[in-house]
């Protein structure tokens, strides 16, 4: 669990559960589709990333990486999705999301957040969102100036102004995506959801990557059993109000 004192110290004095988060962030969708999961109600306070609404003093003061999503439950914020979502089945427990064997299931949390910079935000800002997100010199400077997260300074640093990804960092980024998806795909042969014939965290946590890096123009041609466990999703109402109501299609981001 991930818990950070705020220097914004508005948030402090929030009632319930407040949800900072962005529409096409895939970190954002997971934490959404636990919060409908569990019947929770929650307020929404949406922040545009296409227009740099996390580049600023009042959001940072919140999360100190300036991404999305942030959780505030009464007055207390939590960032990091995975540990979110994990956080509000211990804390609300009904309905459960949990898995029998808890370990497997966090295994697959954590190999979802350990790919994220490594792979998942470089595949998608290589392949679809590096011009959309492109920092003006005031918004870069900005920027340099409230990230103290090195990795991810490291990161934006490598489109910033005229720069792009390298070839290198994006074979690096599909070969990883490729392992983790090939992993998955084995561990769905015969089974209904990812911890066999229960929904938990783990599907919620990669579904979402499963959504982006499908719309960013991953082939999943040779993965029939998650495209299978993928359609599966469709009835679901957190799949349609946590992700399709704020992104219907990632294709045409």
């Given at each position: 669990m991930v818990v950070v004192v705020p220097t914004n110290k508005s948030v402090e004095a929030f009632q319930g559960l407040h949800l900072y988060h962005g529409a096409i962030s895939n970190c954002s969708m997971r934490v959404r589709m636990t919060l409908i999961e569990k019947g929770l109600d929650w307020e929404s306070h949406h922040i545009d990333l296409k227009k740099k609404e996390n580049i600023s003093d009042e959001y940072f003061g919140i999360n100190p990486n300036g991404l999305v999503p942030t959780l505030v439950d009464n007055g207390v914020v939590h960032i990091e999705s995975n540990d979110i979502i994990d956080y509000l089945d211990d804390t609300y427990p009904t309905p459960t999301l949990r898995a029998e064997d808890k370990d497997e299931m966090?295994?697959?949390?954590?190999?979802?957040?350990?790919?994220?910079?490594?792979?998942?935000?470089?595949?998608?800002?290589?392949?679809?969102?590096?011009?959309?997100?492109?920092?003006?010199?005031?918004?870069?400077?900005?920027?340099?100036?409230?990230?103290?997260?090195?990795?991810?300074?490291?990161?934006?640093?490598?489109?910033?102004?005229?720069?792009?990804?390298?070839?290198?960092?994006?074979?690096?980024?599909?070969?990883?995506?490729?392992?983790?998806?090939?992993?998955?795909?084995?561990?769905?042969?015969?089974?209904?959801?990812?911890?066999?014939?229960?929904?938990?965290?783990?599907?919620?946590?990669?579904?979402?990557?499963?959504?982006?890096?499908?719309g960013c123009g991953f082939s999943f041609e040779k993965y029939p059993n998650i495209r299978r466990w993928a359609a599966a999703f469709e009835a679901k109402e957190s799949y349609q109000q946590g992700i399709l109501k704020w992104c219907p299609d990632f294709a045409l981001v």
């Open positions: 966090m295994e697959w949390l954590h190999l979802a957040a350990a790919i994220h910079v490594p792979a998942c935000k470089p595949y998608v800002y290589a392949t679809k969102m590096a011009p959309k997100l492109k920092k003006t010199a005031e918004e870069q400077a900005k920027y340099d100036a409230l990230q103290q997260n090195e990795e991810l300074k490291n990161f934006h640093a490598k489109h910033a102004g005229k720069s792009a990804f390298s070839t290198s960092d994006f074979d690096k980024a599909k070969a990883i995506l490729g392992a983790c998806f090939t992993k998955l795909e084995v561990t769905l042969e015969g089974r209904e959801w990812i911890m066999g014939d229960r929904f938990t965290l783990a599907d919620i946590s990669w579904i979402p990557l499963y959504f982006v890096i499908k």
